[in-house]
Structure formats: C-alpha cells, structure tokens
C-alpha cells in the first residue's frame, strides 16, 4: 500500500498551464503502475492519463497532446503536465496507483481497474 499527496492544483486562465504533483511514501513508485484521474461533481470519474513500469503512457483522447504524464522514482513523485488547459479541464484530480507496474493492460488500467491506492485529489479550476 502507498500513500498519495496531490498538490499544484488551482485557478487558471483558458490556454495557460499548471503541473500537478503527486508524492507517494509507504512504497516505492517504481512497483505500481501510477495515474491520474479526474472528477467533476455529479459525474463519473474519468481516467486522464496512466504510466506503467516501462514508461509506456496511456491517455485520454480529451487530453492527449496536451497533458503529460511522468514519474521521478528518485523523488517518488508523480507528475502530471497540463498545457493549453480548457474550461472542460476543471475537475478534482486525484492520483492513483496499482501494484504490479505492468500487471495490466493500460487501457484497463486508465479505467481505474486495478488501482487501489488513492489520493484525496487537488481542485484544478479553469475559468477567464
């Protein structure tokens, strides 16, 4: 089991960036496979990006070319990199971690399937 702290979240303007932080303690990174999810209030949670053991990303079609998702096993820390962010990007945005870093296919991973630690999210508001 790992424990997951997110933070970077906040107030940006449509087109600007923000970078999301995610640092684990309890185990080490590098034995899950690590992602980020995000929910808005009265909707499903929807997978943004996930990253296996390799390094092999998966993301989702709404974020692709623009969200990057990384790992630094050194600083157990995950990162999520939000570029040419959108109005449709603001949700609560939690990480999330799997063990077993390529026990799972990453489409079946970016659904959720197999990740059992949480963290409790960071707020992420896009507005003008």
């Known amino acids: 089991e790992v424990h997951l702290v997110e933070s970077g979240g906040g107030l940006a303007q449509p087109g600007e960036s923000l970078r999301l932080s995610c640092v684990a303690s309890?185990?080490?990174?590098?034995?899950?496979?690590l992602g980020w999810f995000r929910q808005i209030p009265g909707k499903e949670r929807e997978g943004v990006a996930v990253?296996?053991?390799?390094?092999?990303?998966k993301y989702a079609g709404s974020v692709k070319g623009r969200f990057t998702i990384s790992q630094d096993n050194a600083k157990n820390t995950l990162y999520l990199q939000m570029n040419s962010l959108e109005p449709e990007d603001t949700a609560m945005y939690y990480c999330?971690?799997?063990?077993?870093?390529?026990?799972?296919?990453?489409?079946?991973?970016?659904?959720?399937?197999?990740?059992?630690?949480w963290g409790k999210g960071t707020m992420v508001t896009i507005s003008s």
């Open positions: 999330a971690a799997g063990y077993g870093a390529n026990r799972y296919p990453l489409p079946a991973r970016l659904t959720g399937y197999g990740m059992n630690d």
């Open positions: 990253i296996d053991g390799d390094g092999n990303t």
């Open positions: 309890g185990d080490t990174l590098s034995n899950y496979c």
